[in-house]
């Protein structure tokens, strides 16, 4: 072999060496029951009386974290509803509402909710005079 030969062999060997090796075919994602757990989760409604002058910014607890549902304006009534994207699978509630333009906020107690239910929560005009309950 003369050497131009060998550095053919070697670019050829050289070649091989480098290409890429065949990759594994992926495999799918283990099922998992979120789906199942998500179709169980549906939104919920929220019926609130607020009894109290001052409008009030109604939130959902769950966790440490609250998400605004909406706002009830002083002396009315509104129906708000907790997205089924942020419903605890368990079924529990813990509504919040804060006075806009105050600080101190009034809780509702923790409430287990089945589907189709709705929360019921009468903010009082002395809000330590508030109610809620599920029907």
């Known amino acids: 072999m003369?050497?131009?030969?060998?550095?053919?062999?070697?670019?050829?060997a050289?070649?091989?060496?480098?290409?890429p090796s065949q990759r594994p075919t992926p495999t799918?994602?283990?099922?998992?029951?979120s789906s199942s757990e998500q179709?169980?989760?549906?939104?919920?409604?929220?019926?609130?009386?607020?009894?109290?002058?001052?409008d009030m910014s109604i939130y959902y607890v769950s966790g440490g974290q609250r998400w605004l549902i909406g706002q009830a304006g002083g002396l009315t009534k509104s129906t708000l509803t907790i997205p089924s994207g942020v419903v605890s699978?368990?079924?529990?509630?813990?509504?919040?509402?804060?006075?806009?333009?105050?600080?101190?906020?009034?809780?509702t107690p923790e409430l287990v909710v089945?589907?189709?239910?709705?929360?019921?929560?009468?903010i009082g005009?002395?809000?330590?005079?508030?109610t809620a309950s599920v029907g």
Request: aromatic letters at 6%; glycine letters at 8%.
């Open 2 to 12: 003369k050497g131009r030969e060998y550095w053919l062999l070697g670019s050829l």
């Open 14 to 19: 050289m070649a091989v060496a480098c290409s």
């Open 28 to 33: 799918p994602a283990p099922e998992t029951n």
């Open 39 to 54: 179709s169980q989760r549906v939104a919920m409604a929220v019926q609130v009386d607020n009894q109290n002058s001052s």
């Open 89 to 107: 699978a368990d079924g529990r509630v813990r509504l919040e509402a804060t006075p806009i333009g105050a600080t101190r906020p009034v809780f």
């Open 114 to 122: 089945g589907p189709g239910q709705t929360v019921f929560w009468t």
């Open 125 to 130: 005009s002395d809000p330590e005079m508030s």
